[in-house]
């Protein structure tokens, strides 16, 4: 006789139980024995595994969509060592060509060097700490790179300037022992892995039209790739949708020491991922957020600079609820998340003639609460507190490197309802940049 589907947390471990006493789904919770605290519905004769096998598979699309480590939610706090180092502080005042993404209108004010082109290259190493009930993923290190170049344009005539680049915005991923899964099956239970990867992209061109000395507007239309994969109760080979965003900014300098900005990033528009499997085809939609960004900068003197900004990502439009299509019908997929406010703080300092220093701070509540734990197993978008800093140093006329570290600060979180399933993250990212003006 079939039996009913139940999941509980022991020794550290995810058990999915099956009793042969009746035909309703019930969550049990373990606690000195087994408790059932939740009725959800009535399972047919037959429908163990199929049931099994579609709770774990939510469960590894839910911690794989929502691994990327980038620490504001799961997008990057900045696309370069500069803007990292600046605690992603850099709307008002440009700091590199990832600008064009970040406020495209900054590129009028951005410094290209004597002839008006500039080159900037970035090599980034991120170093995740992930824990899921008390076993660690693996997977330490994730290599991301970014280039990108800007030029004032002669062929679109004066007060123009032109940038093209491609940046990551997100990427991550889970590598969790068959420790931390367990599954039944007809023969006993069985230890499942999961290992996830997912990475955001960027590529397209920016254009800034400088209206006078104090004032520009700028606009960026870029290719949105959104990679996923995983392997686990079920293998989703690598796939990648397309799709496109755009981002639209100003630039406004009050007086000659204060600058504002601002910037508009809509949310991506992709194709389904889709999935060809032994049982036929899957499909999930997976965007990024729309963002809105203002700063305010400082600059006294040449050799000080100093931002504020404020950044509200709508994760709520986009993390809410998703529907994974498959060959036996739909499957919603929870995640519950808030949109998020980050505050970022940045200051640099020009040390004549060879160095900078930079330092930065980063904040932003956790879009992930207590409540949400258990409908996002395995995220790691729960980081909360950043610092940052970097060292700039000018190797020849035309070029130079820049060295940032920025740290995320582990936060836990225990799942308030349900299963007492806790989660825990901390990162490091080192970037090393090149930069050539000429």
Not at 190 to 218: D, H, K, T, W
Request: aromatic share 12%.
């Amino acid at each position: 006789m079939t039996d009913v589907l139940t999941t509980t947390l022991f020794n550290n471990k995810i058990y999915f139980f099956f009793s042969i006493k009746s035909k309703q789904l019930i969550t049990y919770q373990f606690n000195g024995g087994y408790r059932a605290i939740e009725t959800v519905r009535l399972l047919k004769e037959g429908e163990m595994n199929n049931t099994c096998r579609k709770s774990l598979l939510a469960s590894g699309l839910v911690a794989v969509s929502s691994s990327a480590s980038g620490n504001n939610g799961d997008q990057m706090v900045g696309f370069s060592a500069i803007s990292n180092a600046m605690g992603g502080a850099v709307v008002a005042l440009p700091q590199d060509v990832t600008t064009s993404l970040s406020n495209p209108a900054g590129l009028s004010f951005l410094n290209l060097g004597p002839t008006k082109s500039r080159f900037d290259m970035n090599l980034a190493v991120l170093a995740p700490e992930r824990v899921l009930n008390g076993v660690e993923s693996d997977g330490d290190a994730y290599v991301l790179a970014t280039g990108g170049f800007a030029f004032e344009s002669e062929l679109m005539g004066d007060g123009f300037t032109v940038g093209v680049g491609a940046y990551p915005i997100s990427g991550g991923g889970v590598d969790f022992p068959k420790e931390a899964f367990v599954m039944p099956t007809p023969n006993g239970a069985q230890e499942i892995s999961i290992v996830a990867n997912r990475q955001s992209l960027r590529i397209g061109p920016a254009v800034s039209y400088q209206v006078n000395s104090r004032f520009s507007l700028g606009a960026n239309l870029s290719l949105a790739s959104n990679m996923m994969s995983l392997k686990g109760i079920r293998n989703f080979p690598t796939d990648v949708a397309y799709g496109y965003a755009w981002v639209l900014g100003t630039t406004y300098k009050p007086s000659d020491s204060v600058i504002l900005g601002f910037a508009y990033t809509s949310e991506s528009k992709s194709s389904d991922l889709k999935w060809h499997t032994d049982d036929g085809t899957y499909r999930l939609s997976f965007e990024d957020p729309r963002t809105v960004n203002v700063g305010i900068g400082y600059e006294p003197n040449p050799r000080w600079q100093l931002e504020a900004d404020v950044k509200w990502l709508n994760y709520s439009e986009v993390r809410d609820e998703n529907v994974l299509d498959g060959p036996n019908g739909d499957q919603l997929i929870s995640y519950g998340w808030d949109d998020q406010v980050v505050y970022a703080l940045g200051l640099r300092y020009l040390i004549p003639a060879r160095y900078t220093l930079m330092a930065g701070y980063n904040y932003g509540e956790s879009p992930l609460g207590p409540e949400d734990v258990n409908n996002n197993i395995g995220a790691t978008a729960i980081v909360e507190h950043h610092l940052s800093a970097g060292l700039g140093v000018q190797i020849s006329r035309f070029s130079s490197l820049t060295f940032s570290w920025i740290r995320g600060f582990e936060n836990s979180l225990t799942a308030s309802t349900g299963l007492p399933t806790e989660v825990s993250f901390e990162t490091d990212m080192y970037t090393l940049q090149f930069t050539y003006k000429n």
